[in-house]
């Protein structure tokens, strides 16, 4: 009778053999266990990881971090070993070096908005009648502080002329771009390039005056309605104001906007100077000054990712903070927006506007934007 071998079925960290005499043996594989039990453990994903080193460069608490992690599937062990470890990484500890200067050029724009908070004039904007081009230089372009005048387009003739049906009647044929469908995407300004369609102007002015307030189609900057050559003639109904533009520099400085009530320019920035000049219907502006840019959680180039017009306290907290001037710019009336400054607009009525960068002053400026994901 030949010879039988013992049967070894190996399954770690288990080994189970069957003897000649037909016993069953149990073996653990203790040199393996350990490797076994670290492989059985979720390990934290990078997403995670990157909210950990976020949240220990803002200083949150050891302990409320791991928690969470706990909470999301990883154990305790783990997730005290990652939030420990994390501040002793090399690339962790020069990415806190610039968190650090940052913090401090944070709270010097904090104290310099509660030294302005001083002023009697803090949270309002000025309405001046007339300024002269020295003046306004002085006291507000060069001062970054806004303005609204209130007699600057006393000789437009685009504040009698400028109906939706006269602007059908006179362009209704020219083709024209909008920005269309926004309703269905909450980055729509962002995402400009994906909202672009081209009607005819007539068709246009119909959606605008028929359609009822919406936010879901406008006439904007980006459209460059100004540019085209049937909408040159639109230059003969307004002035452009010598004493602080240069009406030999419009080509892609000057812009049209029209829309329906209910238009909406979400919360940004500008990147130049600008004068926004109300020809038809009323606009409700709301203005916050560079120093707060902390609070308002610039994601992306120039844009809020707080909505301005129902923000998320629960997930913008620092929000809460923010010193908004609210002003109405009414028909025949300019104010000038200076770079940085923070504005969120909405159209009251149907509305006509013109907008401006070419002044005479210098109105270049170099950014450094920022691209988070939150």
Not at 28 to 39: D, E, F, G, S, V
């Amino acid at each position: 009778m030949p010879d039988t071998q013992p049967l070894s079925i190996t399954l770690p960290p288990l080994r189970i053999t069957l003897t000649e005499q037909q016993q069953v043996n149990l073996e653990w594989l203790t040199q393996n266990l350990p490797n076994l039990l670290t492989q059985s453990k979720k390990e934290v994903p990078d997403n995670l990881k990157q909210w950990v080193a976020a949240n220990k460069l803002l200083n949150k608490p050891d302990a409320e971090l791991i928690q969470i992690l706990v909470s999301t599937g990883i154990d305790a062990e783990t997730a005290t070993a990652e939030v420990r470890e994390i501040s002793s990484h090399p690339y962790f500890q020069a990415g806190s070096q610039y968190v650090q200067l940052l913090q401090k050029l944070e709270s010097q724009l904090t104290i310099n908005n509660q030294l302005a908070a001083l002023s009697a004039k803090f949270g309002t904007i000025e309405r001046k009648s007339s300024l002269s081009r020295e003046y306004f230089l002085e006291n507000y372009y060069a001062k970054n502080t806004p303005v609204i005048i209130t007699n600057i387009m006393h000789n437009w003739k685009a504040l009698q002329l400028w109906t939706p049906e006269y602007l059908q009647q006179k362009y209704g044929d020219a083709e024209v771009q909008i920005q269309a469908n926004r309703n269905s995407d909450p980055d729509y300004e962002i995402k400009i390039e994906n909202h672009k369609r081209t009607v005819l102007f007539r068709e246009y002015v119909d959606m605008v005056v028929n359609g009822g307030p919406s936010n879901d189609c406008y006439m904007v900057a980006n459209n460059q309605t100004l540019e085209r050559e049937e909408f040159k003639p639109l230059f003969n109904d307004i002035e452009i104001f010598p004493e602080y533009l240069n009406p030999n520099d419009t080509k892609g400085r000057v812009f049209f906007w029209f829309g329906p009530k209910g238009t909406i320019t979400p919360l940004h920035h500008d990147p130049v100077n600008l004068i926004l000049t109300q020809v038809s219907g009323r606009k409700l502006i709301k203005l916050i000054s560079p120093q707060q840019t902390p609070l308002l959680y610039n994601h992306v180039g120039v844009f809020s990712k707080v909505d301005g017009e129902n923000p998320d306290y629960a997930k913008y907290p620092l929000y809460r903070d923010a010193k908004i001037i609210e002003v109405i710019l009414e028909p025949g009336e300019a104010i000038f927006i200076p770079v940085g400054w923070w504005h969120h607009v909405k159209s009251l009525e149907v509305s006509i506007s013109v907008s401006f960068t070419n002044f005479v002053f210098p109105n270049y400026y170099e950014w450094k934007y920022p691209h988070i994901n939150w």
